[in-house]
């Protein structure tokens, strides 16, 4: 069957001297049309009902801008300099890589390669990929075909529900010191992470509770975080607590040469970028312990400290006595229970404090999907 493509006029389709492809009307490929690029593209009027194949070929670069976004169906990329999104580009159904990039500008997000709720794509390698950013509109699970202008550094993104819309680039950069906006300080960390990655990292945005795969190659140097692979975690850099924190592990496969390792759930929005760690120990042997506490004013023991939330910011903590009754309570603890009741229940005497005795605790890591429970002994 013959393929064609159709092109319905509205102010009119003008060709700019062999150097752009101006669309101020409707362009429109219907099924099993085609349609092929070797030059610009300016797109002023609509290019988004479409049912064929757009594909963009050639030597050297092709560029996509105006003021509205097109809309493919079907979209295939053999362009050895590949082309570059100076407004967003969207497919409905499949990309096809095989050679060359689609380029976004890393400091502005807003501009993407967008798959919408049924896109898929398939071929992605080291040179044919996305050089920028990715969106997602209406999935749940998810493998971002992105990288850099070498290599293909995909992250995978399985969601407890459908996102509306996340957002992926990826950074062969130092997080220390990126190339488009402040940096995120390594040394800012918990103690219990003994180095975090200065050779590459992600961004990712999100609202929906997600998982992520994340993988490791001889470039990402991952011998110079540690020397046993069962420490290798994934660390995102906070927006609450302006620090890098331990985002949990929930698998891990490979070598110190290359690998992969999956979080526990969390919220993406709740965190500007994402790389490797390396634990001191491996994140499945963290544990709680009971506590003891003596507020005397001696410095010793003065108030409940608990390390371990260095890893979860967006922590909780109640304590309750041994009749049941809610005692202390506190949404991202940091060291603020001193003996005190904090909550409205029929305790006598608030302001001299509880009475010494043991009491009952609950601590819930939202980063890491985390739950403790144990038990507290107030002396006085």
Not at 146 to 172: E, H, K, M, W
Not at 225 to 241: E, H
Request: hydrophobic share 35%; charged share 15%; net charge negative.
């Amino acid at each position: 069957m013959k393929r064609f493509c159709y092109i319905l006029l509205g102010t009119g389709l003008l060709a700019n001297g062999q150097t752009a492809l101006y669309n101020s009307g409707n362009l429109r490929i219907h099924e099993e049309g085609q349609i092929g690029f070797h030059t610009n593209l300016i797109n002023d009027g609509p290019f988004d009902e479409n049912l064929g194949l757009t594909g963009f070929y050639g030597t050297e670069l092709i560029t996509i801008s105006g003021a509205l976004s097109p809309i493919l169906y079907d979209m295939e990329l053999l362009n050895d300099r590949g082309v570059q999104l100076n407004t967003s580009l969207a497919v409905t159904n499949n990309t096809s890589f095989m050679v060359g990039d689609i380029i976004t500008p890393r400091a502005s997000p807003g501009i993407n390669y967008n798959f919408l709720q049924n896109a898929t794509h398939l071929g992605e390698n080291n040179s044919s990929k996305v050089e920028g950013y990715a969106m997602i509109s209406g999935k749940q699970d998810f493998s971002f075909p992105v990288g850099d202008v070498t290599q293909l550094r995909p992250l995978v993104i399985n969601s407890n529900g459908s996102n509306a819309i996340a957002l992926c680039a990826y950074f062969y950069e130092d997080p220390n010191n990126p190339s488009t906006f402040p940096g995120f300080n390594t040394a800012i960390k918990p103690r219990s992470i003994f180095g975090i990655s200065t050779t590459e990292f992600w961004r990712l945005e999100g609202s929906v509770l997600s998982r992520v795969t994340l993988s490791w190659n001889p470039r990402s140097n991952i011998s110079s975080l540690t020397g046993d692979v069962n420490s290798i975690t994934i660390m995102g850099w906070s927006k609450s607590a302006d620090q890098w924190v331990n985002l949990g592990r929930e698998t891990l496969a490979g070598d110190l040469s290359q690998g992969i390792v999956s979080s526990a759930p969390f919220v993406p929005d709740d965190y500007e970028v994402l790389t490797f760690g390396s634990a001191d120990e491996p994140e499945e042997f963290l544990t709680l312990d009971n506590f003891y506490l003596s507020p005397n004013g001696d410095g010793v023991n003065d108030f409940l400290e608990i390390p371990e939330l260095e890893q979860s910011p967006n922590n909780s903590l109640e304590i309750y006595d041994r009749r049941g009754l809610k005692v202390f309570q506190m949404i991202n603890y940091q060291d603020e229970f001193t003996g005190i009741s904090n909550v409205d229940n029929m305790i006598l005497n608030r302001e001299i404090g509880l009475p010494e005795g043991l009491y009952f605790y609950i601590i819930s890591m939202d980063d890491l999907g985390l739950e403790f429970q144990g038990f507290l002994f107030l002396e006085r």
